[in-house]
């Protein structure tokens, strides 16, 4: 039994209709009810199923009422990519502690309960099954297009005929998803689905992030040839880019899906996927999607210089001098992907009065039996000054005639060839470290958050738990990077 849609009418309805009459739909906002909250409307609101008066008199009016300004926020929010991920990470994680699953829809009682109210409106388990429902929507077409289905739209002849080429599509589908092709091509989704099948293609599904899009289309700009997805390499593990001709992988980290709590990465497993690609003489690099964010032509660069596609410039022609800390400062925040620290000894190469290569030595930051500490080591973005490293340290040594100089390499980028060149040998390896973060944009260092220090620094914080267990509890999540390589140089004039 359905009731007119008009509150205020008590009437009951036949054949699906809203309302009773055509007088109780013209009348409609014409009772004594508030206005609708858009202030371009004049209409007055209906009431609700619970009897309360509703705040806008239809959806049209919902959707294009001028929100205030915390609504503005929150689609700013919605259409950067990454506070995208995290509303929807934290959506899926309420959903899953609230209900035991990320989305009402997945739950067998919701599907059972839908089921029950077709079979009692239509008859049959799914309204568009329904006779009636298919009649009334042939029907639709025919009024509205003269046709028993709704038109396809024009495409063009080149559409048409990459739409026929079944080799093309399969070597799109290689490294591209369907909404990709459909995209590229300028056609629905579901149109390549039907050409994939009438052509019988086996469609080879990829799990890829925007940001892993971005970093593969920067490689085909510069007309490398990679693979995608790659499981023969560290099966079972995938490499998201594998490059055969340099011996490169890329790792395309999502900080949420690589977290340790949400993502369910511990320390551990960036470090093994890096020492399985060693072990078979593989470079693998890991990007994280909010480094890329913040820092793209940088992380550009170090790939331009792993490809060995930067510009050269020779240190011969460079001339040497000592570099001010706030020139230091500048330098390193553009040119180093740590960015600035503080160092005492700052030497810098000039090419044409322009400093092109930095490197900055101190006291041991980590050691207590070493020397010194080579700190920092850049050059200018997209180039690569040969003999760089070996002049600046060859200034420092002739400088200062150390005993010992100790460094650290970030095992998420770099292999040791440049210490190796320098005479640094390795020394050891540290364990992974990790940082920490509320939002997956910003990422604070661990040692801020010490557990001596924490009773300052959280809302809650309890004694008898570990800092890590008191971090989850105030909603902090945690990366694990790789680890760091330990290289020391010995002045064997003075051994």
């Known amino acids: 039994m359905k009731f007119c849609k008009n509150r205020l009418c008590n009437n009951q309805v036949i054949d699906r209709k809203s309302y009773c009459s055509d007088e109780c739909k013209k009348n409609k906002h014409l009772f004594n009810a508030p206005k609708c909250c858009n202030t371009l409307c004049e209409n007055t609101t209906l009431r609700g199923a619970d009897g309360r008066w509703l705040k806008f008199c239809s959806k049209t009016c919902k959707d294009t009422v001028v929100l205030p300004k915390q609504s503005a926020s929150r689609r700013a929010t919605w259409a950067d990519e990454v506070g995208r991920n995290i509303i929807i990470a934290k959506q899926r994680a309420t ?45 639709t077409c025919m009024d509205r297009y003269n046709s028993a289905g709704s038109p396809s739209p024009k495409i063009s002849r080149d559409q048409t005929s990459r739409l026929a080429n079944r080799d093309y599509l399969i070597e799109e589908n290689k490294t591209k998803t369907m909404t990709h092709i459909a995209y590229d091509i300028g056609v629905s989704k579901s149109r390549i689905h039907q050409v994939f099948v009438k052509h019988s293609i086996s469609l080879k ?56 709590r949400y993502g369910k990465k511990d320390r551990n497993y960036h470090r093994n996927k890096t020492d399985f690609c060693i072990a078979r003489g593989i470079h693998l690099v890991h990007i994280w999607d909010h480094v890329w964010s913040t820092h793209c032509d940088l992380v550009k660069s170090r790939l331009l210089s792993l490809l060995k596609k930067t510009n050269t410039i020779y240190a011969r ?71 760089g490293a070996s002049k600046l340290l060859a200034q420092f ?99």
Not at 114 to 135: D, F, P
Not at 206 to 228: A, G, K, M, P
Not at 467 to 491: A, F, H, L, P, S
């Open 317 to 387: 022609k460079c001339v040497f001098a000592e570099v001010n800390i706030a020139d230091t400062r500048v330098f390193l925040d553009k040119n180093h992907l740590q960015g600035y620290t503080n160092a005492k000894y700052r030497y810098g190469l000039y090419y044409n009065n322009d400093l092109v290569s930095l490197m900055t030595i101190g006291k041991p930051r980590f050691s207590l039996h070493d020397e010194y500490e080579l700190v920092r080591y850049a050059s200018l973005l997209n180039i690569t000054v040969v003999g």
């Open 95 to 139: 959903s899953l502690h609230n209900i035991g699953a990320e989305h009402h829809m997945q739950l067998a009682t919701t599907k059972h309960d839908r089921e029950l109210l077709s079979l009692e409106k239509y008859g049959v388990t799914h309204h568009l099954k329904s006779a009636e429902v298919q009649n009334t929507k042939r029907q």
């Open 205 to 260: 599904r990829h799990n890829t992030s925007i940001f892993e899009t971005l970093v593969c289309d920067f490689l085909t700009e510069h007309n490398i040839l990679f693979e995608r997805n790659n499981r023969s390499i560290i099966s079972p593990l995938e490499l998201d880019i594998y490059i055969p001709e340099y011996n490169l992988a890329i790792e395309c980290n999502g900080s949420i899906w690589h977290s340790d």
């Open 397 to 495: 040594v002739n400088h200062i005639n150390p005993l010992t100089i100790i460094s650290y390499s970030d095992r998420s980028w770099n292999r040791g060839a440049l210490y190796s060149m320098l005479g640094f040998t390795l020394y050891g390896k540290s364990e992974p470290s990790y940082q920490y973060t509320t939002n997956y944009h910003i990422f604070e260092n661990r040692i801020k958050y010490q557990k001596h220090k924490l009773p300052n620094l959280l809302e809650t914080f309890d004694v008898n738990l570990t800092e890590w267990e008191n971090m989850q509890n105030n909603g902090y999540d945690r990366i694990w990077d790789c680890g760091t390589d330990v290289y020391k140089w010995i002045n064997s004039k003075r051994v």
